[in-house]
């Protein structure tokens, strides 16, 4: 497990061979992309919407400066 990272799959739909593959192509971290998100909305997040986020964060290439920046919002999300 990483730090940052696609949280570990609890989808309740079956994933495409290609996303599975996407999701599985990198370690699952405790903070990600939809985590922060969410930050200011009441709404909750849908599962797939979660998991356009988790995808586009890997398919985007993964970076140093997403991932600090991840990191940097994730307390806001924490507690809001």
Do not use: C
């Not at 079956?14 to 999701?23: C, W």
């Amino acid at each position: 497990m990483s730090l940052v990272g696609p949280r570990p799959s609890t989808f309740n739909f079956p994933l495409t061979k290609d996303q599975e593959d996407t999701l599985y192509s990198v370690r699952p971290g405790m903070t990600g992309p939809w985590q922060v998100a969410v930050i200011g909305t009441t709404e909750r997040m849908s599962e797939s919407d979660r998991l356009e986020h988790e995808l586009s964060y890997i398919r985007e290439g993964i970076s140093f400066k997403k991932d600090v920046s991840l990191i940097a919002r994730t307390p806001t999300a924490m507690f809001l």
